[in-house]
């Protein structure tokens, strides 16, 4: 069962399932991530992110000041 464009109703499917599901979507984020974000490339200093769920805790907190400091400085800096 979908909510529309082949995504799962997460509410009806076993555990084992979502934990799949959300690995699968970590994996993608984190690949998506690495390739296109110049503000993570540069905030990772050359690390990877984890590719898998537990490695999340290993990820450095951004917070909205830092963002916006790059994206000003950014626009200022072409």
Known sequence: M??????????????????????TRWAQQAEHVQSTSAFYREYLNGRQLASSLDGLVDIPFTDKEMIRKVTIAGFLNP
Do not use: A, K, M, W
């Not at 909510?3 to 399932?17: H, I, M, Y």
């Open 2 to 23: 979908d909510v529309g464009n082949g995504v799962p109703r997460v509410d009806f499917l076993e555990l084992s399932e979502i934990r799949n599901l959300q690995h």
